[in-house]
């Protein structure tokens, strides 16, 4: 393989060479190596790289020599690589960091460790990589960085020591990154962060720290992050945010504290944020929220707070976020938004409030007028609705109103309507039965009559007519012993009538959601026929409850994007 490689370069004077599962003979034996500008070696064993190893290469601008089984460079491996610019070692077994040169590589802007065996950083190791403006240490194990070890990179941009075993960050780890612009710390086991950690990092723009271990944030207040843009927390275990806390990231555009141990958020607990856009708290436990918390956030535009256990949100919460575009608050428990909550809202595009309790939508028929409503998705399924007045939210681009407890009569009446297909009361179910897949992609809209919790199941018509038996008799029972296709009959409906795309058919199904004691789902509705004069009963069907088993899947309600 090598040989016609080396024949190609000869040919047409090649300036790259990529050689995989090679071996320590075929690289040294490589000719016209001078000639070389990007040298890769993939999967080849090479073990062991001598002193002066790489002398043939001197024009190489980059190198990567990756999944070979490096073990260990010799102290002057690199010599003679005074142009190289790139260089990637990652996906090896390297677990001692020396400079493998006696000259400065005086070129190299890039280097990549990954995948390494590196344990420690000691101190001055990248003395003789001078220009470096990326430096990748990510997913080794190192757990300690020494003082002074990045001493002399004045012009690093991003460094990455993610998926290491850190567990402090301190003072000295990072003196004299005057440029750093990005840190990524991100999956370590950090507990602590000293105050002054960041002091002489002035340039920092994003700083991720997330899956780590910290309880709270008292660095974030330091001088050397007033200029930082993003910061994510996620994953740590936070359980308060200090007052004042983040006066000093007037520049923070994005903040993720999802995934901590948040209970409150007090009135100060994120002033100073003036410049925030996007605001992540989902997954935590948040259970109260300050009128006021939000008072300083005047750009923000979009506020995740998913998954908490929030059960009531203030009137006036959101005065202050003009801005607001999109507002997240699904999963908590919140049972009624106060009217005008939203009422200052001009320039919302998503509201979601999915998985809550709420029972009116009030604050939806609050929204305010030069609201463009055509470019609004409001998702308000899995909660509590009963019934609501649907006329003033036909115009949204989408409204999602599945899984709640509409009364079964008012539900009916409103189906049938033409409803705008930007209005969904349907959640997708998967079917399991015999005898024919594609109905497992059925839907099905969730009621209650009276204390009964029931299902219809809604069909496209396109579909319905392949499934149509052609006798259709309906009264024939199903033996249950000798399960086959249950004889279903679809019936004839006058389709002008509907939405063009969709016939609805209730075939209905008791679907007690516990659905235990029942065999036999028999049951047949068409509440309209009296006052839609035009339209015909549906037939009889009978479904056999062992073929068919709804499953509830609320991760499935499909919405579109
Ligand atoms: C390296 O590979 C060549 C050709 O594939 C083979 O002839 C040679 O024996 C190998 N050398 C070693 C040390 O494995
Ligand atoms: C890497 O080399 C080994 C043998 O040396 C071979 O079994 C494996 O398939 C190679 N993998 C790739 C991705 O080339
Ligand atoms: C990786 O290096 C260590 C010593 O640092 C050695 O014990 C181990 O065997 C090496 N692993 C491989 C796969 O070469
Ligand atoms: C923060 O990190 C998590 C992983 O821990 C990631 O899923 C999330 O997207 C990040 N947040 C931002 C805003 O990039
Ligand atoms: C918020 O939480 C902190 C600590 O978790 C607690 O000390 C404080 O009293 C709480 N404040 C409010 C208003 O609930
Ligand atoms: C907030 O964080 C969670 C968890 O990382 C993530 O799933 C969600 O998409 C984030 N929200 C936004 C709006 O990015
Ligand atoms: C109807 O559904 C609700 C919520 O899903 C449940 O709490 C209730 O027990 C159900 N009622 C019956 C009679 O199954």
Redesign the pocket.
Same mark, same amino acid.
Request: with cysteine.
């Given at each position: 393989m090598y040989r016609l490689l080396v024949s190609l370069l000869l040919l047409f004077r090649v300036e790259c060479l990529q050689l995989s599962n090679c071996n320590h003979t075929e690289v040294t034996l490589l000719r016209d190596t001078e000639l070389l500008t990007t040298l890769t070696l993939r999967n080849c064993s090479l073990s062991h790289l001598e002193n002066a190893f790489f002398v043939r290469f001197g024009h190489l601008l980059q190198m990567e020599l990756q999944y070979s089984g490096l073990n260990d460079l010799e102290d002057f491996s690199l010599n003679g690589l005074a142009r190289l610019q790139s260089l990637s070692l990652s996906h090896n077994n390297l677990s001692t960091l020396r400079s493998w040169s006696s000259e400065p590589l005086g070129a190299l802007t890039s280097l990549d460790l990954s995948y390494n065996a590196f344990r420690r950083l000691r101190s001055q190791g990248f003395a003789l990589f001078p220009q470096l403006q990326l430096l990748d240490l990510s997913s080794n194990q190192i757990s300690e960085i020494d003082e002074e070890t990045f001493h002399g990179l004045s012009h690093l941009k991003h460094l990455h020591l993610n998926g290491n075993l850190l567990q402090r960050i301190d003072g000295s780890s990072f003196q004299g990154l005057h440029r750093l612009a990005s840190l990524s710390l991100q999956h370590n086991l950090i507990e602590r962060i000293e105050l002054d950690s960041f002091e002489t990092n002035t340039h920092l723009r994003s700083l991720r720290l997330d899956q780590n271990l910290l309880t709270s944030l008292p660095f974030l207040s330091q001088r050397g992050l007033a200029r930082l843009v993003h910061l994510n927390l %996620? &994953?740590n275990q936070v359980k308060s945010l200090e007052p004042l806390g983040f006066s000093k990231n007037f520049e923070l555009q994005s903040l993720?504290l %999802?995934?901590n141990k948040l209970i409150n958020l007090t009135k100060e607990a994120l002033s100073g944020l003036d410049s925030l856009e996007?605001l &992540?708290i %989902?997954?935590n436990s948040v259970e109260s929220v300050h009128t006021d918390s939000l008072e300083t956030l005047v750009s923000l535009l979009?506020i995740?707070v %998913?998954y908490n256990q929030l059960s009531t949100l203030p009137e006036t919460f959101f005065n202050a976020n003009t801005q607001l575009e999109?507002i997240?608050f699904g999963h908590n428990l919140i049972g009624q938004l106060p009217p005008l909550a939203l009422a200052h809202q001009s320039h919302l595009r998503l509201i979601q409030f999915t998985g809550n309790a709420l029972t009116d939508v009030d604050f939806l028929q609050r929204l305010p007028a030069s609201l463009n409503r055509l470019s609004l998705h409001v998702d308000l399924s899995s909660n509590r609705l009963r019934s609501i007045d649907l006329a003033s939210l036909r115009q949204f681009r989408y409204l999602n109103l599945a899984d709640n407890s509409f009364n079964c009569g008012w539900l009916i009446e409103n189906l049938v309507r033409e409803l705008p297909t930007s209005v969904n009361f349907a959640r997708p179910w998967s079917v399991l039965n015999g005898w024919n897949d594609d109905f497992k992609n059925i839907k099905g809209v969730d009621c209650t009559e009276g204390d009964t919790n029931r299902s219809i199941i809604l069909l496209n018509a396109a579909e319905v007519s392949q499934y149509k038996t052609s006798k259709c008799e309906c009264a024939q029972t199903y033996d249950e012993a000798n399960p086959s296709p249950p004889p279903l009959t679809w019936p004839k409906i006058p389709t002008d009538r509907f939405d063009s795309r969709s016939v609805i058919i209730w075939m209905l199904a008791a679907i007690a959601l516990a659905f235990a004691g029942l065999r036999w789902l028999r049951r047949f509705v068409d509440r309209n026929e009296g006052r839609k004069g035009g339209m015909k009963a549906l037939n009889n069907m009978y479904v056999d409850k062992g073929e068919w088993q709804p499953q509830r899947n609320n991760n499935e309600i499909h919405s579109p994007p």
């Amino acid at each position: 393989m090598y040989r016609l490689l080396v024949s190609l370069l000869l040919l047409f004077r090649v300036e790259c060479l990529q050689l995989s599962n090679c071996n320590h003979t075929e690289v040294t034996l490589l000719r016209d190596t001078e000639l070389l500008t990007t040298l890769t070696l993939r999967n080849c064993s090479l073990s062991h790289l001598e002193n002066a190893f790489f002398v043939r290469f001197g024009h190489l601008l980059q190198m990567e020599l990756q999944y070979s089984g490096l073990n260990d460079l010799e102290d002057f491996s690199l010599n003679g690589l005074a142009r190289l610019q790139s260089l990637s070692l990652s996906h090896n077994n390297l677990s001692t960091l020396r400079s493998w040169s006696s000259e400065p590589l005086g070129a190299l802007t890039s280097l990549d460790l990954s995948y390494n065996a590196f344990r420690r950083l000691r101190s001055q190791g990248f003395a003789l990589f001078p220009q470096l403006q990326l430096l990748d240490l990510s997913s080794n194990q190192i757990s300690e960085i020494d003082e002074e070890t990045f001493h002399g990179l004045s012009h690093l941009k991003h460094l990455h020591l993610n998926g290491n075993l850190l567990q402090r960050i301190d003072g000295s780890s990072f003196q004299g990154l005057h440029r750093l612009a990005s840190l990524s710390l991100q999956h370590n086991l950090i507990e602590r962060i000293e105050l002054d950690s960041f002091e002489t990092n002035t340039h920092l723009r994003s700083l991720r720290l997330d899956q780590n271990l910290l309880t709270s944030l008292p660095f974030l207040s330091q001088r050397g992050l007033a200029r930082l843009v993003h910061l994510n927390l %996620s &994953n740590n275990q936070v359980k308060s945010l200090e007052p004042l806390g983040f006066s000093k990231n007037f520049e923070l555009q994005s903040l993720d504290l %999802s995934y901590n141990k948040l209970i409150n958020l007090t009135k100060e607990a994120l002033s100073g944020l003036d410049s925030l856009e996007r605001l &992540n708290i %989902s997954h935590n436990s948040v259970e109260s929220v300050h009128t006021d918390s939000l008072e300083t956030l005047v750009s923000l535009l979009q506020i995740d707070v %998913s998954y908490n256990q929030l059960s009531t949100l203030p009137e006036t919460f959101f005065n202050a976020n003009t801005q607001l575009e999109e507002i997240m608050f699904g999963h908590n428990l919140i049972g009624q938004l106060p009217p005008l909550a939203l009422a200052h809202q001009s320039h919302l595009r998503l509201i979601q409030f999915t998985g809550n309790a709420l029972t009116d939508v009030d604050f939806l028929q609050r929204l305010p007028a030069s609201l463009n409503r055509l470019s609004l998705h409001v998702d308000l399924s899995s909660n509590r609705l009963r019934s609501i007045d649907l006329a003033s939210l036909r115009q949204f681009r989408y409204l999602n109103l599945a899984d709640n407890s509409f009364n079964c009569g008012w539900l009916i009446e409103n189906l049938v309507r033409e409803l705008p297909t930007s209005v969904n009361f349907a959640r997708p179910w998967s079917v399991l039965n015999g005898w024919n897949d594609d109905f497992k992609n059925i839907k099905g809209v969730d009621c209650t009559e009276g204390d009964t919790n029931r299902s219809i199941i809604l069909l496209n018509a396109a579909e319905v007519s392949q499934y149509k038996t052609s006798k259709c008799e309906c009264a024939q029972t199903y033996d249950e012993a000798n399960p086959s296709p249950p004889p279903l009959t679809w019936p004839k409906i006058p389709t002008d009538r509907f939405d063009s795309r969709s016939v609805i058919i209730w075939m209905l199904a008791a679907i007690a959601l516990a659905f235990a004691g029942l065999r036999w789902l028999r049951r047949f509705v068409d509440r309209n026929e009296g006052r839609k004069g035009g339209m015909k009963a549906l037939n009889n069907m009978y479904v056999d409850k062992g073929e068919w088993q709804p499953q509830r899947n609320n991760n499935e309600i499909h919405s579109p994007p």
